[in-house]
């Protein structure tokens, strides 16, 4: 099969799913890819700024902007399918920086579990009109959260600990410099906000800064304040113990979870409702698709905050060809007036065709 011929199949497949092939706008405000994705992801994104000094991005992903165009436009319609393929643009350290993608996005849909199944029998069945058996790999978001809500964490390093998940190195430094926390003096810190915002204001007149053009006494203030919350609050080592040996767990995917209800019963953790359905939806897909083997990966996730339930990544050659899953908190993120299912996920296209040229016999 050639490579048009391979898109022409991977189109009829979309359509197939009853999924509407939509196309968003190239370019799009940067501000919501920064609010919704994180400085890192950030840091990829091909920017420009318009003469109105608004900052544009060259569409860096489909999902976000399908989920924005789908809340505007939707006026009663609860629930529908999307798909897509073409071109995103991203920043890498050498190599191109711009990739094909093809996807489909099931927003609204009523029973989580189908749409999720919907949303691998799709990635499934594109690999295979490439000739690809791929890795699988699987973690999950609600699992890590609900080990977080079982732990005695306070409020100011929770949602840090959280933000981290899926990033293993910053992970990593996070839990090291809980591990060895600072030292507050209490007695020397400032404790008058007012007071310290009125002193940074006439010292930044003084030296002739602006106090609107960079960040203002009041956010410098805020920031100091936070980072002796920070200092002044401890995490118990046993925590930073178990969330490392939870972090650590990787392997065959029954191994893996038994090892999980080790960890949970140890330390009596309540995980059992996220743990149970992560359990059973690994053995229907080792039962549906004869899938000799899935690993399961505990510190695994998109970079996204939006990503919520289960999630997955395929990968062909040590190339991942394939992620996606749950990403149930978006919709409510960007506008929704009530949580709504999402799920989805994306095909590195140019990836599939270099691996599919690969084999014998190949057309190219």
């Not at 920043?91 to 989580?112: M, S």
């Not at 978001?141 to 293993?168: A, C, M, T, Y």
């Not at 002193?199 to 100091?224: A, C, D, F």
């Not at 993120?333 to 691996?355: E, H, Y």
Request: charged share 30%; net charge positive.
């Amino acid at each position: 099969m050639s490579k048009l011929e391979r898109k022409k199949s991977l189109i009829k497949l979309i359509e197939g799913e009853g999924a509407e092939i939509v196309s968003p706008s190239m370019l799009l405000p940067a501000s919501v890819f920064f609010d919704l994705a994180g400085e890192e992801f950030g840091r990829r994104l091909l920017l420009t700024t318009g003469n109105n000094d608004v900052e544009y991005c060259l569409r860096p992903d489909f999902t976000l902007p399908i989920a924005i165009d789908f809340l505007e436009n939707k006026n009663d319609i609860q629930s529908a399918a999307f798909g897509y393929i073409g071109s995103i643009f991203r920043q890498r350290a050498t190599g191109a920086e711009e990739f094909n993608q093809a996807g489909i996005e099931l927003l609204g849909q009523k029973n989580a579990d189908t749409a999720l199944n919907r949303v691998f029998d799709f990635a499934l069945a594109s690999l295979k009109i490439y000739k690809i058996k791929p890795k699988i790999r699987i973690g999950s978001v609600e699992i890590f959260e609900s080990l977080l809500e079982n732990l005695d964490i306070s409020k100011v390093w929770l949602p840090r600990i959280r933000h981290r998940f899926g990033q293993q190195k910053n992970m990593a430094r996070l839990l090291e410099r809980l591990a060895n926390p600072h030292e507050v003096d209490k007695n020397s810190a400032p404790k008058n906000k007012d007071e310290l915002i009125a002193k940074i204001s006439e010292k930044m007149r003084e030296t002739g800064l602006s106090l609107t053009g960079s960040r203002s006494p009041e956010e410098i203030v805020n920031r100091y304040f936070e980072k002796q919350a920070l200092a002044a609050s401890k995490v118990d080592k046993k925590i930073i113990n178990l969330l490392k040996d939870y972090l650590a767990i990787k392997g065959e995917a029954s191994v893996s979870l038994a090892k999980i209800e080790v960890l949970a019963a140890k330390n009596n953790l309540d995980i059992s409702k996220p743990l149970e359905r992560l359990k059973s939806y690994i053995k229907t897909l080792k039962e549906k698709y004869q899938i000799e083997e899935i690993i399961f990966d505990a510190s695994f996730s998109p970079r996204l905050d939006y990503y919520t339930g289960i999630v997955f990544e395929m990968s062909s050659i040590e190339k991942i060809i394939c992620s996606g899953g749950e990403y149930h908190r978006l919709l409510e993120k960007i506008g929704a007036q009530k949580q709504m299912n999402a799920c989805g996920c994306a095909l590195w296209i140019d990836r599939m065709d270099k691996q599919a040229q690969a084999n014998k016999g190949e057309q190219k």
